[in-house]
């Protein structure tokens, strides 16, 4: 499995980016300029392959992410040249990907775990002929009954149930209607105190730290408040 990268390599990556932007700004004939630009683009690619986010790296470099994006895959970014671009699917370690994938790891832990998405994926199994897992042969570490147990009577929410064994609400879904369970279309409506709710809310508790607290998220909380301001104004 893929290690996650070093704060502190991360971090030193990140400065080399400052500094070669730093120069590049300072830069003033066009040959410098030209030489700064090449070294700014060597410290974009260094700090993206260290584990930087091209986020971060954009907003150090003063570049756009588009360029970070066009710098970190090989492509051409202003007047220096550079190689050619290099696919996304040919810089991931395909042999990897298909050994966790036929270990029973789905397409989106994958892209989680790569930092790609899920389409990537799909796009690396596709060339090495491996057929896909569908719906009921994706195994999971809990049974549906399991599942469905927990979505009735401690009132999980599919996209919590979801969120910990790292699948989509979609496929816990099916599991669940699996197992008998009829899962309505659309929020479903959920016994909480909604006087405690309101009284948090009043008192200037954060949303999401209530939403926490009932294992419900933040649209709910404030579905709730908005409710009690309609039935006080009625």
Known sequence: ???????????????????????????????????????????????VRAGAKQVQVSRISGLSKAQVSRVARGGTSGRTPLPPATHLV??????????????????YQLGRAYGCSQTTIISILKRHGVSRRVGRLIELPVSDEELAR?????????????????????????????????????????????????????RGEPVQRIARSYGVSAPTIMRRVREDRARQRA
Not at 17 to 46: C, F, H, I, M, W
Not at 161 to 172: F, H, I, R
């Open 1 to 47: 499995m893929p290690q996650n990268p070093a704060p502190d390599h991360v971090g030193q990556a990140l400065d080399q980016v400052r500094d070669a932007a730093r120069r590049y700004r300072a830069a003033t004939s066009p040959q410098s300029r030209g030489a700064a630009r090449e070294t700014l683009n060597k410290a974009v690619v260094a700090a």
């Open 90 to 107: 040919d810089t991931l370690p395909a042999k990897d990907i298909v050994t966790r994938y036929r270990a029973g790891e789905t397409t």
């Open 150 to 202: 927990r979505y009735l009577e401690e009132r999980a929410e599919l996209q919590q149930l979801a969120a910990e064994l790292g699948v989509k609400p979609n496929l816990v879904s099916r599991r669940v209607a699996a197992a008998g369970v009829a899962v309505p279309v659309g929020h479903r409506r959920m016994d909480l105190p909604d006087a405690e709710i309101v009284a948090r809310y009043k």
